[in-house]
């Protein structure tokens, strides 16, 4: 599996200028290079949303980051509005995956920390990096 998200990784990285946007701080080492090589996905989900193909990751204890999901997008065919938005829907759609088996026992939230837009002869792409946190729910909590 590491081989296979190596691979595409490194297709996504071969010839390619880089433009990265960080909302906040702290998130410098989230980059495609450090999660290729640091990391092991927990997690790979090719999709599509409508038309649009992207491929989820989820990596744990990956650049610093707990618990990390990764979406990648095509740039071109697609404005960035639908981008954004068709990627932000994924997220939700994960972040509900995730409370699948717990009922209402665990609250899951994502926070969108930084994204990439990745230029090379093969691919345009935009990679979107965000932290997914849990929080228990108690029965002080509900009331």
Known sequence: MRILV????????????????????????????????????????NIKILPMPAIVLRFDNCAGVDDLLVIVAPTEGFSKEVRELSVRLASIH???????????????????????????????????YYVLSSQKVTSSDSQ
């Open 6 to 45: 190596a691979f595409l990784l490194l297709v996504m990285a071969s010839c390619a200028s880089v433009t990265s946007t960080t909302v906040g701080t702290n998130y410098t080492q989230l980059t495609v290079n450090n999660v290729e090589n640091a990391c092991d996905p927990a997690e790979v989900w």
């Open 94 to 128: 994960y972040v509900n995956y995730l409370m699948r088996d717990t009922g209402n026992s665990t609250i899951w939230q994502s926070k969108l920390v930084k994204n990439e837009v990745r230029n090379s002869s093969e691919h345009k792409q935009e990679i979107f």
